[in-house]
């Protein structure tokens, strides 16, 4: 969410982040060891949100206008995370948004 045109959610202090360093309040803080944080667009209404531990988190954007390509950031040496874009049968994806 820091650089132009990107979305953020950051587990450090729960604030979401869109074209912008300060960043506004949204949620939780997460980053405990087993914390599953889920991102997802919904097309119909035309809304980003985010999950923790399958939980929905409310919406964090609305009319996002522009192409989408998932990243993750990490901030320090030694952090670790482990990616599921729906292929792995031990962690599903599981939040419907109708």
Do not use: M
Request: proline letters at 6%.
């Amino acid at each position: 969410g820091w650089e132009p045109e990107s979305y953020g959610y950051h587990g450090d202090d729960g604030r979401k982040f869109h074209n912008s360093s300060r960043g506004e309040p949204y949620a939780v803080k997460y980053g405990v060891a087993g914390d599953v944080i889920g991102c997802g667009i919904n097309f119909a209404t035309r809304q980003i949100f985010y999950t923790k531990n399958g939980k929905y988190l409310g919406t964090a954007f609305t009319d996002p206008v522009h192409s989408y390509y998932p990243t993750v950031g990490l901030h320090s040496t030694g952090e670790k995370v482990r990616l599921n874009f729906g292929s792995d049968p031990k962690v599903p994806l599981e939040f419907n948004v109708d």
